[in-house]
């Protein structure tokens, strides 16, 4: 059941990663990179929050499970 879980937030880690790396090169991003020099909280926190999850789905597969 762990494996199944470590792996769900893996994918789901790497779907928010792509979400985020989508909307950083989006208009929106692009115009407020223009004008702050940065680009938009909404891609800034989803690239975070995806390489976390994914972080802890990986960490969870690496350790593996204590049951035989």
Do not use: E, Y
Not at 44 to 50: E, F, T, V, Y
Request: net charge positive; proline share 3%; glycine share 16%.
């Amino acid at each position: 059941m762990t494996k199944i879980l470590s792996l769900a937030l893996l994918a789901g880690g790497i779907a928010l990663i792509i979400c985020g790396l989508n909307a950083n090169q989006s208009v929106g991003s692009d115009v407020s990179r223009f004008f702050t020099g940065s680009p938009t909280d909404r891609s800034l926190w989803l690239l975070i929050g995806g390489i976390v999850v994914a972080v802890v789905g990986l960490g969870g597969l690496m350790r593996g499970s204590k049951t035989p």
